[in-house]
């Protein structure tokens, strides 16, 4: 041991992980803020996911971001876990204490809403329905998030309907599914609209629901940001709809983790979605 203070390590713990947008997203943070840290990206099987998580605070981490395939699994690896990662069901987010016990959170939700507030800033979610296609982990999340700041109303569409009805048998009578090839009918008055789905993503199949009901004040956004501009994004801004991007979901919920792995409250702007999207 040596009295000299630890230089703070955080990172990104998945499989595969060389795509992460993470490792340049808080290393510019860290630079930003003139922080003595680092963040690095970790590919680690499933096989050794607790013996490398029980291992990284000794190497002085102080917490890691979690994702595929190990967001789930990760909950039952922690000391305490928040209401809203128990809620979710998925943790993106591991903070190790001094105490040596390990906190998991799920910061998702919070980005979500974070990234809508910036981007659209007249939204109202309490004051009508939301529409949302996809019943993923990301879903959850958002579901749960909408829940939170009042929505009334959240209409649920997947292509696979049984998991659309799993989520609405997890989180109650807000939830109302609707057949797949009826997903267009949830547009009409949906304040809020939401694609969690992989739909529209480069390499995957388009986004096709028609927008027929879409009303032109829908706030309407696409967690998909490759590409930037989704097929989604185009046709509703074209009718006239405020729409929200997929980035800024990225960069928000990375923020909390940022504050208390590091000790300061990281600022979304554009030179953070400059570096993001030059990475």
Known sequence: MTDHPRIPLAGVIGSPIAHSKSPQLHGHWLKTYGIRGYYIPMDVAQSDLREVIATLP??????????????????ALADVVTDRAALIGAANTLIFRKDGRIHA???????????LRQNAPTWAPQSGAAA?????????????????????????????????EALRQE??????????VHAGSMLEDAVTVVNTS???MVGKPDFRVPLDALSKSSVVTDLVYTPLRTRLLEEAEALGCVTVDG???????????FERWFGARPEVDQATRDV????
Request: aromatic share 6%; charged share 15%; glycine share 14%.
């Open 58 to 75: 000794k190497a002085g981490f102080v917490g890691v971001n979690v994702t595929i395939p190990h967001k789930e699994t990760v909950l």
């Open 105 to 115: 959170d799920n910061t998702d939700g919070y980005g979500f809403i974070a990234n």
């Open 132 to 164: 949302v296609f996809g019943a993923g982990g990301a879903a959850r999340a958002v579901i749960a998030s909408l829940i939170e700041v009042g929505v009334p109303e959240i209409r649920l569409s997947n292509r696979t309907r049984a998991r659309a």
């Open 171 to 180: 989180f109650g009578a807000k939830v109302i599914v609707h057949d797949w």
């Open 198 to 200: 992989s739909l529209g």
């Open 247 to 257: 980035l800024g979901m990225l960069l928000h919920q990375a923020a909390p983790a």
């Open 276 to 279: 993001v999207l030059g990475a």
